[in-house]
């Protein structure tokens, strides 16, 4: 399948791995900046029938991928994305899949208008910790869920932020909540049942005056079934990156998946187990160098396999859609004061800007 990568900055790396190991027909890589495409080029060795952009829509007119990945900032996905799908483009787009929910249902319009797929770069789902915990939540081993726990202790200097303009900006990022920590957020709320109808939020920035939105939030999330999520995220851990973990109450089992980036299974106790089953799944995982993971590799198989089997990729437009609503939602509440109610009627990070 032809495949080409629209941006090629930190994340690119994954995406052109993952296009490698899968096997795709790399057709361009397009950056603003051709020198970064070119370095990406070399790095991975590529052809030299690879070609080097810098306008997308040119690209996606002279060298007609198929499947698109979308690696630009936050608040150009949605605009980029489209005119990808419009082009008849199958798109995988990073996370967040945009900055506005108009955004997204424009995505999601126009997914269905083509009849092409989408999916949202959430590949922590398919960390095997990650699919362990999922595992027993489909199979009922947790019996009634109670509640659920996430913490994103990481941590980002102001090098991070000067590295490009856009970051932490509310027109092309949002803070930590939107970046870093809604891959741990959608987990839980896909964990929980995804029916969250209340959501109580408190955001900060202590440690970066530079940027306009938040470099800690926290939030209280409650379920339609009556279980309640909490949500601790900060990129001021003292010491660097320290954890992401996902903890999930139920009242037959309770489970713990931590290390870096929910990459590993801390905890592991159910009704139905016993000590050999918790001693051989403890410790089950992977350990990635970086906080990136190895999902992107996964998450391209299946997005391989959605478009020849037409189904819904396992990461759907929605499931980003519903990423991003919770993280508007805990904007709202935090900039109001109060709770929110979900589903929300509409919301982009621009409605924080001021
Ligand atoms: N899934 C993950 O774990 C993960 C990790 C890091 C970043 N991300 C997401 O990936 C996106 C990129 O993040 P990054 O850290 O790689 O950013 P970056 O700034 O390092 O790279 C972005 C690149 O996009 C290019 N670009 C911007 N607009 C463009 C356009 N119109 N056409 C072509 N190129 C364009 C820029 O020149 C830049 O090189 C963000 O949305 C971010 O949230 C996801």
């Known amino acids: 399948m032809r495949y080409a990568l629209i941006g090629c900055g930190r994340v690119s790396p994954n995406h052109v791995a993952a296009a490698v190991d899968n ?12 020198e970064k495409a070119k370095a990406l080029k070399a790095r991975y060795d590529l052809p030299d029938s690879v070609r080097i952009c810098t306008d997308y829509r040119e690209m996606l007119r002279d060298c007609r991928p198929e499947l698109v990945a979308v690696a630009t900032y936050s608040g150009t996905h949605a605009d980029i994305a489209v005119d990808c799908i ?41 960390n ?29 200097g102001d090098d991070y932020y000067q590295s490009a303009d ?46 306009e939105a938040e470099d800690m939030g926290f939030a209280l999330l409650r379920f339609q079934n009556g279980s309640v999520g909490m949500i601790e995220g900060s990129v001021n851990t003292f010491g660097g990156d320290w954890e992401e973990t996902l903890t999930l109450f139920g009242e037959k089992g ?14 592991w106790h159910f009704a139905d187990g016993d000590d050999a089953e918790s001693r051989a799944v403890v410790g089950c995982g992977e350990d990635p160098p970086n906080v990136y993971g190895f999902g992107h590799k996964s998450l391209y198989a299946d997005m391989l396999e959605a478009i020849r089997d037409d189904r819904k990729p396992y990461v759907s437009s929605a499931a980003g859609r519903r990423a991003l609503e919770t993280v508007l939602a805990i904007y709202r509440s935090a900039a109001d004061g109060k709770p929110v109610s979900l589903p929300l009627a509409g919301g982009s990070t621009l409605d924080f800007k001021e």
């Open 23 to 34: 096997g795709l027909e790399i057709v361009a890589l397009c950056d603003l900046d051709a």
């Open 86 to 126: 419009e082009a008849g483009c199958h798109v995988i787009i990073e996370k967040p899949i945009a900055l506005s929910l108009a955004d997204a249902d424009r995505i999601m319009e126009a997914e269905k208008r083509m009849g092409v797929k989408v999916s949202a770069n959430h590949q922590n789902r398919f």
């Open 128 to 156: 095997a910790a990650v699919q362990q915990m999922r595992s027993a939540v489909r199979t009922g081993r947790f019996g009634k869920l109670l509640y659920g726990t996430t913490a994103i202790r990481w941590q980002r």
């Open 166 to 211: 856009w970051r932490g900006t509310w027109a092309q990022d949002g803070g930590t909540l939107m970046n870093q920590c809604i891959h741990a957020i959608d987990l839980l709320r896909w964990m929980l049942g995804n029916d969250a109808v209340e959501v109580t939020g408190v955001t900060a920035n202590a440690m970066h005056p530079s940027i």
């Open 254 to 267: 309770r489970a713990k998946l931590g290390g870096k980036c929910v990459n590993v299974v801390e905890e």
